[in-house]
Structures are given as C-alpha cells and as structure tokens.
C-alpha cells in the first residue's frame, strides 16, 4: 500500500539571498535547486523518518518530474478530484449567495434544486445560468437566469464544452451535483420527479 501527499517548501527571497549571499535574481534558482538536491540524496526522507520513527524507511521523496509513473498518475487523480471538489463547493456557493441576494425573484419559497441547461457558443455547447431551471419541493418549478453572477464562468471552468442535451441538476440543501449528457437523466438522479410525483 501506498499514501502520496505533497510538500511544499517557501522561503521569502530576500531572506533566502542573504543567508545565500547571493542576488535575488539567482534566489529562485538557488532555492529550487536545494530543495531539489534534499530530495534526490534522501535528506528530506531522513528527516521525516527521524522525527516518525514508525516510517523509517518506508519514506521516499521525489521531485515532480522525478516520480516513477504509476505515483505520477496517482497524484494527477488526487489533484483532480481536489480541484473538482473545490469547484463543484465554489459554484454551489456562487448558486445559494446569488439566490439569497434575490430572494424576491422566488415568491417567498426555499428553492431546492436548480438544472441547468446548455447554450450554443462558435465552439460547442456550454451549460449556462442564462438556461436555468429552479425547482421546489412542492413540484412548481420555474425558469431563471443568473444574471450578474458567475455561474457562467464557473459551469465552464469545471465542465468546458458538452453535447447540446447537457445538463446540470445542483441539489441546494444536501450540496450535491449530477451531470449527465442526456438532461432528463439528471432529473431522475436527483429525485426531482419521484418526488413532484408525490406531492400530486
């Protein structure tokens, strides 16, 4: 078994260049390079194991481009649902703040769900808050734009170009996300029909 987690090293350039005696042109270089140098020699690793004797030798660090493929394309898939999550929390946040501040646009009721549709750009077909659809637990739904906010740029950002039957469906109390290619999917993956059907 395996566990990779990043290191990150900072030191502020000036002081760094002081203590180097050297400009602060050559910091950047210089700094690097030593971190670089404690990797490859397993001083960083001995480090770590001096201060985790339960580790000891069982620590290997690397520099990026020195990772062996299988770390490399492991670390690639942590970043990448890191900054999925990060996204999918940054657009939920953008949903319910844009919706508080027009309360007024939802008739005094709590929005529960909201899907988006997509819009044809000159390349491709982008989700969008302009083609939004706000549903409520009591079965009405209603359609909305987000103008003003930045819904848009962050639909592109995590999801890019889709196929024109994309949609998007956010559930705004429990904080969860459904994508699918074919919209009506996303409607039944959120309940948003079972649940319409109930209150009939």
């Known amino acids: 078994m395996k566990a990779t987690i990043v290191l990150v090293f900072e030191r502020d350039p000036t002081s760094w260049a002081q203590k180097r005696q050297i400009s602060q042109t050559e910091a950047l270089a210089d700094f690097a390079g030593e971190v670089r140098t404690a990797a490859q020699d397993g001083t960083i690793a001995d480090a770590l194991g001096r201060s985790w004797p339960a580790m000891r030798g069982h620590i290997s660090a690397h520099p990026v481009d020195g990772l062996d493929d299988s770390t490399r394309d492991e670390l690639l898939r942590l970043l990448q649902r890191s900054r999925g999550a990060a996204q999918d929390a940054a657009l939920i946040a953008e949903i319910r703040q844009h919706l508080a501040e027009h309360w007024q646009d939802m008739d005094g009721r709590d929005p529960r769900w909201v899907v988006f549709g997509t819009v044809e750009w000159d390349n491709g077909y982008f989700l969008a808050g302009t083609e939004a659809t706000v549903h409520f637990e009591d079965g009405d739904h209603m359609p909305y734009t987000f103008e003003g906010s930045r819904v848009d740029d962050l639909l592109t950002a995590a999801y890019g170009a889709r196929g024109r039957t ?18 009506e999917n996303v409607l039944d993956a959120l309940d948003i029909l079972t649940q319409r059907a109930q209150r009939r």
Request: charged share 30%.
């Open 166 to 183: 994309a949609a998007l469906g956010v559930d705004l109390r429990d904080a969860t996300l459904e994508f699918s290619d074919y919209g």
